[in-house]
């Protein structure tokens, strides 16, 4: 963004989460958040591939835990410099990334004023569970596809949130963030639910429409609904 800071954080977790990420000169999600005034931040997380195999093996069994930390932990290194205000952070994330942000919802101390939760996995032991056909792979992925089950700590919730899921997700089905306002209903959480109607998971799926109902709607969230104030 420009001028001085310390702006506004929006911390952005990739998907995967065993994906060898690097930000690309141009991402789109990066730039029209930094349109809107707010710094992001890509954090390289315990589990991005390409960072060595203790790096990747760390991330094991960590969903929501330490992985978390390590994406928790670029606020603090924003404040540190001077660029970022860390009483005024979101978290935005889709697939692995949307995991993370309803984590970040549920974890303690809380250090986000919103989440935006996109295509977000709620259930991990479900999710896995459509990938352990392999049995060769299955010990691999029980054990790396394991942390907070988000789903069953809606009671914990702290944060408002604007949950983003496309209706013909097929790697992240919508019932994945169906079930998680079913909980949030139950202990009457705030949140807005935005469905992309002919969306599945991929970014290359989403159209113009898509991409501008997202966009101002993540647009006016950010600036009027996330937490007391707006960010």
């Keep these: 963004p420009d001028g001085e800071g310390p702006f506004p954080i929006v911390v952005m977790p990739h998907g995967g989460p065993w994906v060898s990420y690097r930000p690309s000169p141009f991402d789109e999600w990066s730039q029209f958040l930094a349109s809107q005034g707010y710094l992001v ?30 994406m928790d932990d670029g606020i603090t290194y924003l404040a540190e410099q ?62 790396g ?10 009671e914990d ?3 408002p949130m604007l949950i983003i899921h496309g209706d013909l997700d097929q790697r992240v ?5 169906e079930q998680f306002i079913t909980e949030l209903d139950r202990y009457n959480k705030p949140y807005e639910f935005l469905v992309l109607e002919g969306a599945d998971h991929f970014d290359n799926t989403l159209g ?19 937490g007391p104030g707006g960010l």
């Design 157 to 159: 919730v702290s944060v």
């Design 82 to 143: 001077g660029l970022g205000d860390p009483d005024r952070a979101a978290m935005f994330g889709w697939s692995f990334g949307g995991y993370s942000a309803f984590a970040a919802s549920v974890r303690s101390p809380q250090v986000y004023q919103c989440v935006i939760p996109g295509a977000g996995v709620s259930d991990p032991i479900e999710l896995r569970a459509a990938f352990t056909g392999n049995r060769v792979l299955r010990p691999q992925l029980e054990q």
């Design 208 to 226: 113009y429409d898509h991409r501008m109902s997202m966009y101002q709607t993540m647009a006016r969230y950010l600036r009027e609904d996330c």
């Design 145 to 154: 596809y394991d942390g907070l089950v988000t789903v069953n700590m809606a």
């Design 173 to 177: 089905r919508i019932n994945q963030s």
């Design 41 to 70: 931040i890509d954090p390289l997380f315990r589990g991005t591939t390409g960072l060595g195999t203790d790096h990747w093996l760390s991330s094991f069994g960590e969903w929501g835990l330490a992985m978390s930390d390590d």
